[in-house]
């Protein structure tokens, strides 16, 4: 931290919130305000007199609450800069100046309550989001007792109360009388793998933590009797497995099963639990000094400011989404974005500073280079059949596309922000816009050339590139059968199928066709296959109202992996069509041809 505050090339802003982004790649435009410290960074020597007198108690963020802080006050000891900060929800002269004593107390005179907020514009290529994480809050598990029970702590707690610059100064005691727990046990999973306590995924780290505290234990008190209760212990990773085994050696106790709840003696503060130990097939009791719940990370409450801002997506576990899992890793699906640490996942320190040494290599690339190369295949704009209708711009999630119906401005695409998905050549229902490299008249050949022989006999799936086309590989692959009558049609995004592409498969005599896409919070694209969801209903709709069974066209998600399913809905699909009669067929051919005449009259 000190050397990033000290370098020539890093403009270190703290105490600073991003407030507007606007721009795209190699040009981003960034509003960021810098709020008031009310005290000047430059003269404050860190003496700590102000504090001195400051009559105001409050939590202390820092130490999670096992201390308090004064409401001017420094947020850590090694902060940059080294200076004190008022926060002025806490300060007595927040509105009429009636304490004063610590502006009397400071020789230095450089508290000034008459700083205010300001807003910095900066000019950037690229921009890096590390906003990490949050931690599970256990308090929602009742049965655990945390916050009714003082000897329950979170494993956040115990970092603070083994630290020898916390607030006990490293000394180990129960924070319910400070006396020295004698023992202690560690609850692994707390609001981790878990459907209806928490969060469905592993939090990655808490295995470790826990490891490496019990063992900081075991050093320092080694009468301390541990047991660590868990489901399975994952130490994978360089070294991990070794310190493990050091724990055990060093007489930690693993026990395999979660306690059912804690019960306090509250008497004695101590604590009872009851578990099942799975591998010795028993109910044990265990009678503790403390309790330790290894709590879980995950995605940041309020990290959907900054996702709105640079236009990026979460997954389902609400962290935020990287471009692609294996090939860009540390890519935002926007273009000159790049994620770092636990915004993106849960992770320890080790793979956190290797992902933002990526990131910092990936934004390299951008900023030393004159050009920035794009994908050829982006939408292009036909201005004289634009209609202004601006229906493009909705549809587009990269918000690459401007257009104006009250001032009759055609459809714009900034080429840098286009990703290329093809949602809005699908919407334009003028032809007004199309996607280089797929275009409609390529996908129009594509469907008449897959049903030019025995229609009848065919399925037409049109497979999204990044998952379903994938599933589709990976079917082959594996050596899964599927039906030899399929014919699948890649795009690159489920929401680049216009409805005229299902339409004219009907027409040409296709008894079933089927969209397939990512799965909705995994597309490729932001969330583009929202619109393909939408675009399916319309013409679910359409195809009623013009007498065809809506059943005969299928919307399916699957991903990259799932090729077992792929060959599961391509039987299920053939099945369908099997049931589709020449007469069905032909009564559809004939309510379209119908359906076109009476547009062109
Ligand atoms: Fe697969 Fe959008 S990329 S549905």
């Known amino acids: 931290m000190k050397d990033v505050g000290r370098h020539p090339r890093i403009k270190l802003m703290t105490l600073s919130e991003v407030e507007d982004v606007s721009g795209y790649v190699g040009n981003f435009n960034v509003k960021v305000r810098r709020k008031a410290r009310y005290v000047r960074e430059a003269d404050c020597t860190a003496c700590g007199e102000c504090a001195t007198v400051c009559p105001v108690n409050k939590y202390n963020e820092y ?97 603070r109360l083994i630290n020898a610059g916390g607030p006990t100064g490293g000394h180990l005691v129960r924070p319910g009388d400070t006396k020295a727990p004698k023992r202690i046990g560690f609850i692994q999973c707390v609001g981790s793998r878990s459907h209806n306590r928490g969060n469905p995924y592993c939090s990655n780290i808490c295995c470790m933590v826990t490891i490496k505290n019990s063992l900081l234990i075991k050093e320092h008190y080694p009468d301390t009797e541990i047991t660590v209760f868990y489901i399975d212990i994952r130490a994978f990773g360089k070294g991990f497995e070794d310190l493990y085994e050091r724990s055990k050696r060093e007489g930690v106790r693993y026990v395999r099963g979660l306690p059912e709840h804690i019960e306090e003696d509250p008497s004695t503060g101590s604590l009872r639990l009851k578990v099942e130990n799975t591998t010795a097939g028993c109910i044990e009791e265990h009678e503790l000094d403390m309790v330790v719940l290894a709590v879980g990370l995950e995605a940041r409450k309020d990290g959907d400011k900054i996702r709105h801002l640079l236009s990026l997506s979460q997954t389902s576990d609400g962290f935020l989404a990287e471009s692609h899992p294996k090939l860009m890793p540390v890519d935002a699906p926007t273009r000159g974005v790049f994620l770092a640490g636990c915004v993106e996942s849960p992770k320890d320190i080790k793979d956190s500073v290797t992902q933002a040494s990526a990131a910092a290599a990936r934004a390299g690339v951008i900023l030393s280079s004159d050009k920035i190369k794009l994908d050829a295949a982006i939408a292009v704009v036909d201005k004289e059949k634009c209609t202004f209708c601006e229906l493009c711009v909705q549809v587009c999630p990269y918000s690459a596309i401007s257009a104006s ?18 949602s809005c050549a699908a919407e334009c229902a003028f032809g007004a816009i199309s996607l280089r490299h797929f275009e409609d008249a390529q996908y129009m050949a594509q469907i008449e050339a897959a049903l030019a022989e025995n229609p009848q006999d065919t399925a037409i799936v049109f497979a999204c590139n990044w998952c379903s086309y994938a599933a589709a590989d990976l079917t082959g692959t594996s050596r899964l059968q599927y039906p030899p009558n399929i014919r699948i049609i890649r795009t690159m995004c489920s929401a680049r199928v216009n409805e005229k592409f299902v339409m004219q498969a009907f027409k040409l005599g296709a008894p079933v066709v089927l969209v397939s896409g990512c799965h909705l919070a995994d597309c490729h694209y932001m969330a583009a296959n929202r619109s393909t969801v939408k675009r399916m209903d319309r013409l679910w709709s359409r195809l009623e109202r013009l007498g065809i069974r809506p059943e005969r066209l299928q919307l399916e998600w699957m991903s990259a992996a799932e090729g077992q399913k792929f060959a599961r809905v391509m039987a299920e699909l053939d099945e369908r069509r099997s049931k589709v009669t020449p007469e069905e067929i032909e009564q559809t051919r004939k309510a379209l041809e119908a359906a076109d005449k009476k547009k062109v009259a």
């Open 63 to 159: 130490e999670v609450g096992l201390a308090t802080r004064n409401a001017i006050y420094i947020p850590f000891p090694q902060s940059i800069p080294s200076s004190y900060v008022i926060n002025m929800a806490d300060c007595l002269s927040k509105d009429v100046i009636t304490c004063n004593k610590c502006v009397e107390k400071c020789q230095k005179r450089c508290i000034d309550f008459d700083m205010r907020d300001e807003i910095v514009e900066l000019k950037v290529g690229a921009v890096v989001v590390a906003t990490g994480m949050d931690v599970y809050d256990p308090t929602r598990l009742d049965e655990y007792g945390y916050t009714r029970f003082q000897n329950v702590v979170t494993s956040l707690e115990l970092e």
């Open 405 to 422: 119906k009250q001032n009759k401005i055609a459809a714009h695409v900034t080429e840098a922000m286009c990703a290329g998905c093809g």
